[in-house]
């Protein structure tokens, strides 16, 4: 099967610097989500414009935000912490789509990316551009789909009441409790120095 | 005080359409965003290349990901579900950073501004573009800083060992059972038709 030269409506090269720049190097789990969100965009047609969920989050999520609309910040991707790589694109009021999975079957055929996706090569025998090659000449047959309806996750959060938290005099969420989480003990800093913090 | 003309080393207006084309619109909260991503690097200084924690999944985490090298998909930015307006970029060694959240006390001086981010006024009271105005006249003076030590959250996350779940054959971390999540009943998803997964 020759290589595919467009992805998501773009020349190959393309989406390459486009990951590259945005992620940071051409890591080659954005690049089999860029095959990914191809094939899923094919199945729905370019008439919907589709929510996304993804089931990981490695790589798969700036796939999603790179090459659909859906970003985390927006709200249309919606990442699930369950380490599959798989992806759901659907139309968010018939609540229809189709799911897109690498499909650990047909990477056999691919040793490279069998090994890489199992976590069976160390790095250092398996250079980035062998693994690269192996993907793109895998291209969609890595891949599976099935149409779904999807049950869960769909919608927009709702945005919670918002007051001013008694500890720090931030906003925060008042279902929280009377002190935001930083200040029940939850938080991630302590403040450097024997200083307040800084008013500009 | 003059509007801002630059941010995070860009021009303003090409900010803005940044903005547009990543996360679908002008939104607020992503435009505050790019201030405090400015402020931040400009504590951090240009020597270091930080790693980003972000306090609210809303708006927020587009403009660390639009402005820095951080994006969800690379486990450079973290992001907690607190529904709090602040976030931190850090030295991902020394763990030392800055903390930068928008003052609600400060926002008090720009009705707008303070208005919308405590959800008191109806969207169609408050157009988009009177707010903008208000948040690029606010600039800096909206935001407060200071310098923080991470003491939770940073690092990248252990991969875990990877298995073939033993219900629907995909790979899965084998920490979660014998079978997968979706498999255990969590799933997001119900297939349509009487039809099996297609393959290509």
Redesign the interface.
């Known amino acids: 099967m020759p290589i595919q030269t467009t992805l998501c409506g773009r020349p190959l090269q393309g989406v390459l610097e486009t990951i590259e720049r945005?992620?940071?190097w051409k890591?080659p789990?954005?690049v089999i989500g860029a095959f990914m969100v191809d094939l899923a965009q094919e199945c729905m047609g370019p008439a919907v414009e589709a929510d996304a969920?993804v089931e990981t989050?490695?790589?798969?999520?700036?796939?999603i935000?790179l090459f659909t609309?859906c970003?985390?910040?927006?709200?249309?991707m919606k990442?699930?912490n369950?380490?599959?790589?798989?992806l759901?694109l659907y139309d968010k009021k018939a609540l229809?789509g189709f799911?897109v999975?690498?499909?650990?079957?047909k990477t056999r055929k691919f040793p490279n990316l069998y090994n890489w996706?199992?976590?069976l090569a160390p790095k250092q025998s398996l250079p980035l551009d062998v693994l690269l090659e192996s993907i793109l000449e895998a291209g969609?047959?890595m891949?599976?789909?099935?149409?779904?309806?999807?049950?869960?996750?769909f919608g927009k959060?709702k945005?919670?009441?918002?007051g001013?938290c008694n500890g720090c005099?931030?906003?925060?969420?008042c279902s929280?409790g009377t002190l935001?989480?930083?200040c029940q003990g939850e938080?991630?800093?302590?403040?450097?120095?024997e200083?307040?913090?800084?008013?500009?």
Request: glycine share 8%; hydrophobic share 40%; net charge positive.
């Open positions: 945005f992620h940071g890591a789990g954005v969920i989050r490695h790589c798969l999520p700036d796939a935000q609309p970003t985390f910040g927006n709200g249309w990442v699930l369950w380490d599959k790589f798989a759901t229809e799911r999975w690498l499909d650990l079957a996706y199992m976590r969609r047959s891949l599976s789909f099935a149409p779904v309806t999807v049950t869960r996750y959060e945005k919670l009441e918002i001013v005099g931030e906003a925060y969420p929280q935001c989480l930083a938080g991630y800093y302590s403040f450097r120095g200083r307040a913090p800084e008013s500009l």
